[in-house]
């Protein structure tokens, strides 16, 4: 509590993913689509799907585990873990759950729904308790296995979703801020282009009265409309966000947006001014993983050695709600 006014810093990284993969050309046999359909209008190639023994909980704490080593800290450090995820094993929430997968017994820990947005909608979050000082040490997880929720047999949907979970850990600083500005948008007149919709049945308790009991439908997803939203508004986000950090775009090294379709990062970029070899992408590998996406890209981007500390990265996401949220930092 007497860390007011404390900096952000992004200290550790890791990801996890679901063992079994998945191909276009397994798709293919599937759906009628082909790789030349999914590979040029997605840049998706594979998409890992979890297994009857992999949740999102597991996949969330491994994530979770790997970041707070590469972090050089204990799970016993952590003050709070934010769970960025549309997909838990319990509508409950699973956040306590990886908690105690994590051995975090001093972290509070809750869940944050925001689809494709949660994992820049969780940072600014957990930026907020850092600020207050009243917490420490914050790690962010984006997870999701959004294979449960996908209708198998429509193939407008089906080709672009994969499972997977990555996290950060945030950690106050006294030495400067590395989160240098953020923008957060939402607009519920759109939230019909993009549900995962919960369908009632009335069931009558006694006269006069009914419970509506129901169960979620598969992914429905207006796509042109959604590619639309994001070419238009992910943009203006990551402008708003630089102009409040008093940045041009000559200063951003790395776009790290949500991978959601290789032709939106590329559509982004372009709209930017930015040059191409400054998108981090491996939609090929993983697909569309929902709020995980960023953070695999992170990880992936770091392990190969493209991102070094001192680096200013431009992040955004984008999709169910509609949200949007956009968010520049510096790694390390
Ligand atoms: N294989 C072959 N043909 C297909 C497939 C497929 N898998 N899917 C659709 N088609 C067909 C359509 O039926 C249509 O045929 P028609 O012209 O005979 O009607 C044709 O291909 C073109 O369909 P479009 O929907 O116009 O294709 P588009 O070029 O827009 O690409 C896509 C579709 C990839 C979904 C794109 O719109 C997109 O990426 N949208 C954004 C999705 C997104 O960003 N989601 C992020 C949020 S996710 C979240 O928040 C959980």
Redesign the pocket.
């Known amino acids: 509590m007497n860390n007011i006014g404390a900096g952000i810093a992004i200290i550790g990284c890791g990801s996890a993913a679901p063992q079994n993969k998945l191909t276009n050309e397994n ?1 293919s046999r599937m ?4 790789d030349e ?2 590979t040029s ?2 840049g998706m190639k594979i998409r890992h799907i979890a297994n009857e023994t992999e949740s999102l909980s597991q996949l969330s704490a491994d994530a979770a585990q790997k970041a707070i080593a590469d972090a050089g800290l204990s799970p016993i450090d952590i003050d709070l873990i934010i769970l960025a995820t ?1 997909t838990p094993d319990d509508l409950f929430g699973s956040a306590s759950k990886v908690q105690s997968l994590l051995g975090a017994t001093r972290a509070a820990a809750f869940d944050l729904t925001a ?3 949660g994992f820049v909608f969780a940072l600014i979050t957990a930026s907020q308790f850092i600020r207050t000082g009243v917490y420490q040490n914050v790690v962010v997880i984006g997870a ?1 296995v ?1 294979s449960r929720w996908v209708d198998w047999s429509d ?7 994969g499972d997977g979970a990555g996290a950060i850990v945030c950690q106050a600083s006294q030495t400067g801020d590395r989160l240098l500005a953020f923008e957060m948008r939402s607009d519920g007149s759109q939230n019909g282009c ?1 549900n ?1 919709p919960y369908q009632s049945q009335s069931q009558s308790l006694v006269s006069g009265i009914t419970a509506q009991s129901g169960a979620y439908q598969p ?1 429905m ?1 207006n ?2 409309e ?2 639309r939203f ?1 070419v238009a508004k992910v943009p203006e986000a990551i402008e708003k966000a630089m102009y409040r950090a008093g940045l041009v775009i000559e200063d951003i090294d790395w776009l790290l947006l ?1 991978q ?2 290789q ?2 990062l590329d559509a982004v970029a372009k709209r930017l001014k930015l040059s191409p070899e400054k998108i981090l992408s491996n939609i090929g590998e993983y697909g ?1 993983t ?1 709020a995980a996406s960023i953070p695999l890209a992170l990880d992936a981007a770091l392990r190969e050695g493209k991102v070094k500390p001192g680096d200013t990265i431009a992040t955004a996401g ?4 509609l949200t949007w949220s956009a968010a520049i930092f510096k790694w390390g």
Do not use: K, P, Q
Not at 31 to 34: A, F, L, P, R, Y
Not at 155 to 161: D, E, I, M, S, Y
Not at 318 to 321: D, E, H, I, V
């Open positions: 798709l759906v009628e689509t082909s359909w999914i209008r997605t549309s689809a494709c947005s999701d959004v193939r407008t949907t089906c080709v672009l979703f993009l995962l992914i997803m796509g042109r959604v590619y994001a949500h959601a379709n032709r939106i569309n929902s984008f999709g169910a709600g």
